[in-house]
């Protein structure tokens, strides 16, 4: 049996902030479970209190609801499907079971290709970014500072922001790394005929 340092373990294991690669997944598990479990709560709390988040269509300039009852609760539906999503990848982590990451790694893919299409549309109409801000309520919080920021200065801004998130989803420990564990195991004992 061969004696391999603590550290060269940990090295070879690593990938995001120099974590284990199981260490890394229930963090980010973790991560996922209190921002998914904060917009419940205020889901929950705009439900109870509709007054308190209702807009006018007045405010809006339009002649729609911003959150009706259909909305929130789908909005709700979303964010505990989000919840259990965020929890099997957290157990299936800690107790290394690879078949209950599966949901969590799709919806990082489903996540990267929309951030990619955002990023696609921003590009390709500049313009709708101030048109969005422009449809916004009129005392919605940095309104007025959004508007008066060069358009071309905003779009780089945004590109810059998604690029650095994308950045982040992207990041994967090298080839070799990841299959250092399956790599060290020795191979099965040779057939004997009985």
């Known amino acids: 049996m061969k004696m391999v340092a603590p550290w060269t373990r940990f090295y070879s294991n690593s990938c995001c902030l120099c974590c284990h690669v199981r260490t890394g997944t229930i ?10 479990a904060v917009v419940l709560l205020i889901l929950l709390s ?11 269509s007045s405010e809006l300039g339009g002649d729609f609801e911003f959150m009706d009852d259909a909305n929130m609760c789908i909005a709700i539906a ?8 965020c ?10 079971r690879a078949a209950w990451i599966i949901p969590f790694f799709c919806y990082q893919i ?23 801000i422009r449809q916004l309520p009129p005392n919605f919080p940095y309104r007025d500072d959004v508007m008066s920021v060069n358009p071309t200065c905003l779009v780089l801004i945004i590109l810059l922001f ?19 564990n399956g790599a060290a195991k020795e191979p099965p004992p040779p057939y004997v005929s009985a």
């Open 27 to 36: 963090l980010l598990g973790v991560w996922y479970l209190i921002i998914n």
């Open 46 to 56: 705009a439900l109870a209190d509709p007054d308190q988040y209702n807009f006018s």
């Open 78 to 85: 979303i964010s505990l499907l989000m919840i259990l999503i």
């Open 87 to 96: 929890a099997m990848a957290t157990y299936g982590a800690y107790k290394q």
């Open 110 to 132: 489903f996540d990267f290709a929309l951030n990619m299409l955002v990023a696609i549309t921003v590009l390709i109409y500049p313009n709708s970014i101030q048109e969005y």
């Open 162 to 180: 998604i690029s650095i998130i994308l950045t982040f989803k992207v990041l994967l420990p090298p080839y070799d790394d990841a299959t250092v």
